[in-house]
Nanobody, 124 residues
Framework: QVQLVESGGGLVQAGGSLRLSCAAS????????MGWFRQAPGEEREFVAA????????YYADSMKGRFTISRDNAKNAIYLQMNSLKPEDTAVYYC?????????????????WGQGTQVTVSS
């Protein structure tokens, strides 16, 4: 079992930055691929980014490449999402996720554990 708690969301103007954090508790954090999904109002939940167990491999949705950076600190049982050049269309609830490295990293079904989400609102 892994429990995930996100923080760092808030209201920011377009072009601004936010850094999301996710604290994990439970066993074997380092065995899980970690990631972020988001869900905007009226939209389906979508993949944002993922990071391998050791932190060396990182994956992004096309619309986030170059603007978002995912990282993890296995010593602190935490992952982060640095979001720069934010746009109004980035407004969503952002979820931290944990799953087996063998699953599809871009699929909702690739993750067994989800946080409660943190709201990010980007004003124009």
């Amino acid at each position: 079992q892994v429990q995930l708690v996100e923080s760092g969301g808030g209201l920011v103007q377009a072009g601004g930055s936010l850094r999301l954090s996710c604290a994990a508790s439970g066993r074997s954090f380092g065995n899980y691929r970690m990631g972020w999904f988001r869900q905007a109002p009226g939209e389906e939940r979508e993949f944002v980014a993922a990071v391998s167990t050791g932190g060396t491999s990182k994956y992004y949705a096309d619309s986030m490449k170059g603007r978002f950076t995912i990282s993890r600190d296995n010593a602190k049982n935490a992952i982060y999402l640095q979001m720069n050049s934010l746009k109004p269309e980035d407004t969503a609830v952002y979820y931290c996720v944990a799953g087996s490295p063998s699953r599809n990293l871009r699929s909702l079904h690739g993750y067994d554990y989800w946080g409660q989400g943190t709201q990010v609102t980007v004003s124009s």
